[in-house]
């Protein structure tokens, strides 16, 4: 009995840093395309900005 609630206690811990993994994961992927698209919006031209 012991042994099996350590292989689910263990399977659990694979869910959840799989979760956490595929959270930062998102967070860096937006972060990353937010500080993209702010850079290159400071290319353009003032009057070319649609969202401004």
């Known amino acids: ?3 099996l609630l350590a292989t689910e ?3 659990w ?3 959840a840093s799989a979760y956490g993994l595929v959270i930062i994961v998102l967070v860096a992927y937006a972060a ?3 500080a993209r698209g702010r850079r290159v919006g400071r290319q353009l ?4 900005r649609r969202w401004m």
């Open 32 to 34: 990353w395309t937010i």
């Open 45 to 48: 031209p003032s009057e070319d």
């Open 9 to 11: 206690s263990n399977e």
């Open 13 to 15: 811990a694979y869910v």
């Open 1 to 3: 009995m012991a042994m």
